[in-house]
């Protein structure tokens, strides 16, 4: 690899990190969005606070940490304390910003990390389950979600709700009892960057990564998108950006070097 | 909406292994002994004493990081059987108790995966074949259900599985706030049989010292009834009295202190030693390759304790390595020459 050039990976990673604002707060697990938050310390955001659900806060990350609970999530931090206390902040209002994955997502930005097939007594795959995603969605401000995009994982519906996005549409998840005013706000894939839009609380294609058309992305995608009227191309990772995922960020390239 | 019309709305269809009962639980404080006594014994005796067939069994530490693992070999080498599991990110401690074929039901968070690792067999057969009972929480809702029972209530008002299958498949219900009228999900309380944790020191009446974080450690110890504690070191009670700030666990809530050295082995212990990160990739291949029973054989069954299975890993040795990872240290060349 040479010059400007990069993988899939480090492409979302930095767009991942350039939506998170200095002196924000965010809760992370591991790999990608760890990642993608200590690239944003060392750009755009120097006085991010990243949190981990096992209790760390505020690490001067040394390395990558391979558990949401390892030491090295609280290395040097602002303060070592428990699971129950940083969902409370996440339930006081005090987090910004989370990142999520998961098996499954719908147009309304729901994820399933629970079971795969239709049978939940007997499911065809079972999978680690909510873990803290449904805390982090249901109270954080934001909620990001960085994934590999194909119509497998980019369903009509979820086989499982393991963890909420708009749920059916605007207003539903205030109905159901979650906070006003939190969800999901982008969804970052190998292909495009998307939000959602003000109506319909749909995924709405922002911007198209370089080299990549609609039709590709449609062909990937298991549900119809909205367009945003103002799409524009992704802005591509500048030279320092690589430079510090490579160097600095993830030196033995654990996470870029999966792409 | 007023707040008359605000009751029995949603509620999931999950199984409770264990039922609410604040007062059950008093009950059961109020003759719990707080005499300050010794009461070092060994895993094997502890596990012997307090966990039977059919205990429901609450773990400490996150997964990999701070985990008893001494206790759950020990669960496994004296074959015991319908364990339930409060399952809030169970990873390896999980894995052992799912291969060893010790559990029955879990009430789950996140289990079957090891986070970055990859997922663990053992215990998706457990999921998929062999119809464990389950019922669904999140990490928050588990944290939150043995703070209740720590607060010796029956349950806490919460803001998190509302409107998913998460719900659904969970033992919680919608309630309505009696001051706002507003929607919350109200998780019981669990208070669970035994609590088994690992801390970096303790004293021989069980007053414990944990380093880095709590994870829901200091919570999950008062909902138990029994507590048994494995310790990196025993250190006198006097220390103990001169680190009133460091003591996170007081005497009177455990009922048994073990000195296990490394005992978080392959896991990491935070400033002590990381995790043998090639120890468990072997766990997950032996799963994958259908050969987790031999390996089980091997390691838990034909060992007699925890530090014969310490010898088989490596030993001391190993151990230095973790140390070193743990620390940072990163010219391990230079340092392995030191050794010879």
Known sequence: ?259 | MSNEELVNLEKGIGELFVEPDADGAREYFKKKPRKKVPKVTTVKKAVEEFIEDGTYLGVGGFGTNRIPTAVYHEIVRQKKKNIGLSGHTATHDGQILMAGKVVDRCDAAYVVGLEARGLSKSARDAFEKYGIKVTEWSNAALAWRYKAAAMGLPFLPTRVLLGTDTFKYSGAKVMNCPFTGQKLAALPALNVDVAVIHVHKADIYGNCQIEGIEVSDTDLVKCAKRVIVTTEELVPHSQMRNETDKVKIPYFLVDAVAEVPFGCYPGNMAYRYFSDEEHLKLWLEKESKGEIESFIEEYIHNTKDFEEYLELCGGIKRIKELRRQENLIEDLEELEGLDQ
Request: charged content about 25%.
């Open chain 1, 1 to 259: 690899m040479s010059g400007n050039e990069y993988n899939k990976m480090e492409l979302m990673i930095t767009l991942a990190s350039r939506n998170l604002e200095d002196n924000s707060t965010v809760v992370v697990g591991t790999g990608a969005p760890c990642a993608a938050a200590m690239l944003s310390q060392k750009t755009v955001a120097p006085n991010l606070v990243i949190m981990f659900e096992a209790g760390g806060m505020g690490p001067q990350l040394p390395t990558m940490p391979i558990s949401v609970g390892d030491s090295r999530t609280f290395y040097k931090g602002i303060q070592a304390t428990s699971m129950a206390e940083i969902m409370e902040y996440c339930q006081m209002g005090m987090v910004d910003y989370t990142f999520l994955g998961g098996a499954q997502i719908d147009k309304h930005g729901n994820l399933n990390s629970t079971i795969i097939g239709d049978n939940y007594e007997k499911p065809k795959v079972r999978l680690p389950g909510s873990g803290g995603a449904n805390d982090l969605a249901s109270l954080a401000w934001n909620t990001m979600v960085m994934t590999p995009h194909d119509s497998k994982r980019f369903v009509e519906k979820v086989d499982f709700l393991t963890t909420p996005g708009y749920l059916s549409g605007k207003g539903k998840r205030e109905e159901a009892g979650l906070p006003p005013g939190s969800g999901p706000y982008k969804v970052i894939t190998d292909l495009c960057v998307m939000g959602y839009d003000e109506d319909e609380k749909r995924m709405q294609v922002e911007s198209i990564h370089p080299g990549i058309d609609r039709k590709q992305i449609e062909e990937n995608t298991g549900f119809e998108l909205l367009w945003s009227d103002d799409l524009v191309d992704s802005k591509p990772p500048t030279k320092e950006e690589l430079e510090l995922l490579r160097n600095k960020v993830d030196p033995y390239g654990y996470i870029i070097g999966r792409a």
